[in-house]
């Protein structure tokens, strides 16, 4: 992803937020979202996030049509797992971010980020990637699960719009050679 790329994944994630969870947050919450604040406040994160976040864009015929973000995880009760031996800097990775545009869903795209996605969380060290999915978001839930990610029992609530959303966390190792597909 380039500064070049900002608008337009300001607009996969609005218009993936808008569809992935209607019914799931406030509709008039989703409705107000605005590509071009979306976009402001990416640009601003974009200049200063660490050199261990990576932001991977997927396109079809010049345009971005999905986008995704690993970088470490920011949960601070994440500890190394059986398979992972401590090191100077964090082991435990998370997808941030994963979106593609609505029409495009089921077509490979969010494959092909998750993917490149954790071939960069491994490039960064990371021996285990982390996600949150909102509860009751089916599609994405199966999706990761498919991947190879489980539930691992943890569980947070957001305010969105004046009304709570609870998370699920999942997490897969990508340590190679173990239970988990690489």
Not at 37 to 63: H, I, K, Q
């Amino acid at each position: 992803m380039t500064e070049a790329d900002i608008e337009a994944v300001s607009a996969v994630r609005v218009h993936g937020w808008q569809t992935a969870y209607r019914g799931l947050m406030p509709q008039a919450y989703l409705d107000a979202m605005s590509v071009t604040a979306d976009a402001e406040r990416r640009r601003s994160w974009f200049a200063r996030r660490s050199p261990e976040v990576s932001d991977l864009v997927a396109e079809r015929n010049g345009e971005v049509v999905g986008w995704a973000c690993v970088g470490p995880a920011r949960d601070p009760d994440i500890a190394p797992g059986p398979a992972e031996l401590p090191a100077p800097r964090p082991t435990a990775g998370e997808l941030l971010a994963l979106y593609v545009a609505p029409t495009l869903i089921g077509t490979g795209i969010g494959r092909t980020l998750l993917t490149a996605g954790t071939t960069r969380a491994r490039a960064h060290g990371f021996h285990t990637l982390y996600l949150w999915v909102v509860r009751g978001n089916t599609r994405a839930q199966r999706f990761y699960e498919r991947a190879g990610f489980t539930p691992d029992g943890a569980e947070e609530t957001h305010e969105v719009g004046g009304s709570s959303v609870p998370e699920l966390r999942y997490r897969r190792s990508l340590v190679l050679g173990g239970s988990a597909p690489p």
